[in-house]
């Protein structure tokens, strides 16, 4: 099975389009169920996402960890994708100062 994990830094007051990009499994390959985990280390940010045309999550405020979700009991988000569907995690930071967003998506190929 597939998984994203990532980690990153969100500046004061910038947004990151797609914590995913450039993954490999950014875009499906076929048809499959993507389920998402998505943690913030302070108070503040808010993330969307999406899943091809799907809107997974409106605009929300993630929990505060400072680890990476756990599998499966933090992974509150599914979806199932397409082929050639995207898969995008934005997130926005309007505090005044950087906050570490850690995600991981667990992606299970439908036969």
């Not at 199932?80 to 995690?89: C, E, S």
Request: aromatic fraction near 8%; charge should be negative; hydrophobic fraction near 45%.
């Amino acid at each position: 099975m597939p998984v994203i994990t990532r980690e990153v830094s969100v500046a004061a007051g910038a947004i990151n389009e797609n914590i995913f990009s450039g993954s490999a499994f950014e875009f499906a390959r076929q048809n499959q169920v993507v389920s998402l985990g998505v943690a913030q280390a302070a108070t503040g940010g808010f993330a969307n996402i999406q899943s091809g045309g799907d809107v997974v999550a409106e605009e929300f405020s993630p929990p505060i960890l400072t680890r990476y979700p756990v599998i499966p009991d933090e992974m509150y988000f599914n979806d199932v994708m397409g082929v050639g569907d995207r898969l995008v995690l934005r997130y926005r930071n309007p505090t005044g100062g950087a906050i570490i967003v850690r995600a991981i998506a667990q992606i299970q190929p439908i036969a």
